[in-house]
């Protein structure tokens, strides 16, 4: 059996890993083939792209969209979209442009609480990758005003917490039409991160993507129980979905995450790769 990840982040957004080291690192465990899936940019896939061509492992283009919902977070990946689509281009710039406006809100409300950051030091920490808030976590816990990186998110970034600012300008919608248009396939990522604990509520959800062009569901994840990956496969099956895996890698970022792996129980077969391929298309 062939195994692949399907979700991973690289130094082009909130990764420790340049692209060269993902898919060397890919190499090193085993994968046949990973998805450079980085946050609102495409900036990682060609370097990968190239380190995939020399060391025989597939690497399919990707990337993770923000998009607006009401309860937790939605992302919406997008994979095989071409690169040099004028209107992807177009689209993340505006959402780049939209990260950039909200890291100085961010930081002016850190300073009103009392735990300063400074531009320069988050533009060190994030090596001339795209900012986002993994990387005020981090400055935040190198100053010392919290132990770690998740009670920076626990007590300043996360959604409705006092430092907190909304960067998403795209719909579900939106996300999902560039995407196609694109050329790609529209898959949600990580449906735990709804934050819909009830299973009718993912239902309702997903049957809204699904008549709005979704084509699959990212069930197998790092975080999810056997008991929510079985929900959101009925769920796939019920809607015609593809089913999608990764462990959602950031390198050091996130040490507790192993590429391919997860968190241990993860194995995502290349038959997820067969599904997009077809989805969109190319077979
Ligand atoms: P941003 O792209 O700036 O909105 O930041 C979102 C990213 O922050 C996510 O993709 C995760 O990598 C990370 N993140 C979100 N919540 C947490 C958390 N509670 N602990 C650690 N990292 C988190
Ligand atoms: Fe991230
Ligand atoms: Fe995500
Ligand atoms: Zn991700």
Same mark, same amino acid.
């Given at each position: 059996?062939?195994? /692949? @990840?399907?979700?991973?982040?690289?130094?082009?957004? @909130?990764?420790? *890993?340049?692209?060269?080291?993902?898919?060397?690192?890919?190499?090193?465990?085993?994968?046949?083939?990973?998805?450079?899936? @980085?946050? *609102?940019? &495409?900036?990682?896939?060609?370097?990968?792209m190239?380190?995939?061509?020399?060391?025989?492992?597939?690497?399919?283009?990707?990337?993770?969209?923000?998009?607006k919902?009401?309860?937790?977070?939605?992302?919406?990946?997008?994979?095989?979209? $071409?690169? $040099?689509?004028?209107?992807?281009?177009?689209?993340?710039?505006?959402?780049?442009? !939209?990260?950039?406006?909200?890291?100085?809100?961010?930081?002016?409300?850190?300073?009103?609480?009392?735990?300063?950051?400074?531009? !320069?030091?988050?533009?060190?920490?994030?090596?001339? #990758?795209? +900012? #986002?808030?993994?990387?005020?976590?981090?400055?935040?816990?190198?100053?010392?005003?919290?132990?770690?990186?998740?009670?920076?998110?626990?007590?300043?970034?996360?959604?409705?917490?006092?430092?907190?600012?909304?960067?998403?300008?795209?719909?579900?919608?939106?996300?999902?039409?560039?995407?196609?248009?694109?050329?790609g396939?529209?898959?949600?990522?990580?449906?735990?991160?709804?934050?819909?604990s009830?299973?009718?509520? &993912?239902?309702?959800? +997903?049957? $809204?993507?699904?008549q709005?062009?979704?084509?699959?569901?990212?069930?197998?994840?790092?975080?999810?129980?056997?008991?929510?990956?079985?929900?959101?496969?009925?769920? !796939?099956?019920k809607?015609?979905?593809?089913?999608?895996?990764?462990? *959602?890698?950031?390198?050091?970022?996130?040490?507790?995450?192993?590429?391919?792996?997860?968190?241990g129980?993860?194995?995502?077969?290349?038959? /997820?790769? @067969?599904?997009?391929?077809?989805?969109?298309?190319?077979?």
């Open positions: 059996m062939k195994y /692949c @990840d399907l979700h991973c982040h690289t130094t082009a957004s @909130d990764g420790s *890993d340049t692209p060269a080291e993902l898919v060397r690192q890919a190499g090193a465990v085993g994968l046949s083939a990973i998805a450079v899936t @980085d946050h *609102d940019t &495409l900036e990682g896939v060609g370097e990968a190239t380190t995939g061509r020399e060391l025989g492992i597939e690497v399919i283009p990707g990337v993770e969209l923000s998009v919902f009401h309860v937790g977070n939605m992302h919406i990946l997008g994979y095989l979209v $071409d690169p $040099d689509c004028e209107e992807l281009q177009k689209t993340l710039a505006g959402v780049q442009k !939209a990260r950039a406006e909200r890291n100085p809100v961010i930081l002016e409300r850190l300073k009103g609480l009392g735990v300063p950051v400074t531009m !320069a030091e988050l533009e060190a920490v994030a090596q001339g #990758g795209q +900012i #986002g808030r993994p990387h005020i976590a981090r400055v935040l816990t190198e100053k010392g005003y919290v132990r770690s990186v998740s009670q920076a998110f626990e007590l300043y970034l996360k959604k409705g917490a006092p430092a907190y600012a909304p960067k998403s300008i795209l719909t579900p919608e939106q996300a999902i039409g560039v995407i196609h248009r694109c050329g396939v529209a898959v949600l990522a990580h449906p735990f991160s709804l934050g819909l009830r299973p009718d509520d &993912l239902d309702e959800v +997903i049957a $809204d993507l699904a709005k062009g979704l084509d699959g569901m990212e069930c197998h994840y790092s975080e999810h129980s056997k008991e929510f990956t079985d929900v959101c496969l009925a769920i !796939a099956r809607y015609g979905l593809i089913v999608t895996g990764g462990s *959602d890698y950031h390198g050091r970022a996130k040490p507790y995450i192993k590429l391919g792996r997860g968190k129980g993860l194995r995502v077969p290349c038959s /997820c790769v @067969d599904a997009i391929k077809r989805r969109a298309g190319r077979v």
